[in-house]
């Protein structure tokens, strides 16, 4: 009898674990998500996106009050397959230390990149991005413990500038305008706007991107 009652902890308690692990996912959108493409002078962000799958709550938090970002591991992986060292900065706002998940509330989100210039310093080629979420030795008490890693991202960086066509201009300043953005340069973010502008006036995103950044400024009448 103590022998069965054992046996069936130990199944429910495997089978707890395993339901933990596969309770989230994660998603990469490199430099939007439209574009894997990259040119000189620009900078990778990187959006990941943790996702509850889950029909119940979950809570993820790292010990001592950390951001939930601190578990997040991102690793940019050359042709060969050898890991380049890079020093990963975690833009807009902090990440918060606590996650409460529902069916209702299923993903949070976070903004990593890389600056245009240590882009610049790395030979063209392809290269994969990868990354992975794992709070198996950072998990806060009764918090998720697991780890969950995303699908692998293509990327390819070119030797050259984007080319100079309106359209891929327009977009080139939209990626600086984020990543002043997301730097809390904001001033710099509305220059690179308004030079999209002119390129392409009444473009719908970029007006939408300008929207936004003045919000931030608190200049809200100006962003209708």
Do not use: C
């Not at 495997?14 to 994660?26: E, G, H, I, N, R």
């Not at 990469?28 to 439209?34: F, I, M, Q, S």
């Not at 807009?92 to 998940?101: K, Q």
């Not at 327009?170 to 502008?197: G, S």
Request: proline content about 5%; cysteine-free; aromatic content about 6%.
């Amino acid at each position: 009898m103590i022998l069965r009652l054992a046996l069936a902890i130990v199944l429910a308690n495997s089978f707890a674990t395993t339901v933990a692990a596969d309770a989230f996912s994660l998603v990469l959108h490199a430099n939007g998500g439209a574009d894997t493409a990259l040119y000189r002078g620009e900078p990778l962000l990187v959006q990941v996106l943790l996702i509850f799958e889950q029909d119940e709550a979950a809570t993820v938090a790292l010990a001592d009050g950390q951001a939930w970002s601190r578990a997040l591991s991102l690793t940019l992986r050359d042709g060969a397959g050898q890991a380049v060292p890079l020093e990963w900065a975690t833009l807009g706002v902090a990440p918060a230390s606590s996650l409460a998940f529902t069916p209702e509330a299923t993903e949070i989100t976070a903004v990593m990149g890389l600056a245009p210039a240590v882009m610049d310093e790395l030979p063209p080629g392809d290269y994969r991005l990868e990354a992975l979420f794992s709070t198996e030795e950072s998990a806060a008490t009764g918090a998720w413990k697991g780890e969950v890693r995303a699908p692998r991202v293509a990327l390819n960086l070119s030797a050259e500038q984007r080319p100079n066509s309106a359209p891929e201009q327009v977009y080139r300043r939209r990626l600086l305008a984020r990543w002043q953005q997301l730097n809390d340069r904001h001033e710099a973010a509305l220059m690179e706007l308004d030079a999209a502008l002119e390129q392409a006036p009444g473009d719908i995103q970029v007006l939408s991107d300008k929207a936004e950044v003045l919000v931030e400024m608190n200049r809200s009448d100006e962003a209708s």
